[in-house]
T-cell receptor
Framework: NAGVTQTPKFQVLKTGQSMTLQCAQDMNHNSMYWYRQDPGMGLRLIYYSASEGTTDKGEVPNGYNVSRLNKREFSLRLESAAPSQTSVYFC?????????????FGQGTRLTVV | AQSVTQLGSHVSVSEGALVLLRCNYSSSVPPYLFWYVQYPNQGLQLLLKYTTGATLVKGINGFEAEFKKSETSFHLTKPSAHMSDAAEYFCAVTVTTSGTYKYIFGTGTRLKVLA
């Protein structure tokens, strides 16, 4: 019962470096999401994908790009990392029957940009 | 725009005491509401959800929440706190944009349980 799997779990980047956070779900969900979590700010939506082939910006998309590679996988890319992107990143997925179903979350990626 | 507000970023209770975590929502349509729990260094886990029907919703680990439309609230309660309840709790609502759905979270409440 893997659910939502994120890799890596931890990462340290230097300012200006790039990296891709990977996310895969095995629940046959249509919708996938990327959030960042910062102290006192809860979870803020970066990008989401309602179905394979579609992506939409969330609340804080600047500095990020996403790819919905197939129904299972949804990656988040930082092209040029900045210290302000130090955060914990969560991927989630949902079956979303009219918004009534819950989202399932991965274990998170803790990213530090120095 | 639909949103949720959690009152109190930190709440402390004694073991065995009542737990009350507050969540108010703003929505022009009937909302779908959720409570999640996050233990240290882990992802979020669903506690309970309200979609339609019964306004008193029971969840895991003895938690429950009551949907009160007149007060636009969805507060989370547990009659008797246990040390293992120490965690961060998030209220969330689903929002529709052009037929697609996304989850909007509150800023969270960190619960501390005192021995």
């Amino acid at each position: 019962n893997a659910g939502v799997t994120q890799t890596p779990k931890f990462q340290v980047l230097k300012t200006g470096q790039s990296m891709t956070l990977q996310c895969a779900q095995d629940m046959n969900h249509n919708s996938m999401y990327w959030y960042r979590q910062d102290p006192g700010m809860g979870l803020r939506l970066i990008y989401y994908s309602a179905s394979e082939g579609t992506t939409d910006k969330g609340e804080v998309p600047n500095g990020y790009n996403v790819s919905r590679l197939n129904k299972r996988e949804f990656s988040l890319r930082l092209e040029s990392a900045a210290p302000s992107q130090t955060s914990v990143y969560f991927c989630a997925s949902s079956g979303l029957t009219g918004g009534r179903t819950e989202a399932f979350f991965g274990q998170g990626t803790r990213l530090t940009v120095v | 725009a639909q949103s949720v507000t959690q009152l109190g970023s930190h709440v402390s209770v004694s073991e065995g005491a009542l737990v009350l975590l507050r969540c108010n929502y703003s929505s022009s349509v009937p909302p779908y509401l959720f409570w999640y729990v996050q233990y240290p260094n882990q992802g979020l886990q669903l506690l309970l959800k309200y979609t339609t029907g019964a306004t008193l919703v029971k969840g895991i680990n003895g938690f429950e929440a009551e949907f009160k439309k007149s007060e636009t609230s969805f507060h989370l309660t547990k009659p008797s706190a246990h040390m293992s309840d120490a965690a961060e709790y998030f209220c969330a609502v689903t929002v529709t944009t052009s037929g697609t759905y996304k989850y909007i979270f509150g800023t969270g409440t960190r619960l501390k349980v005192l021995a």
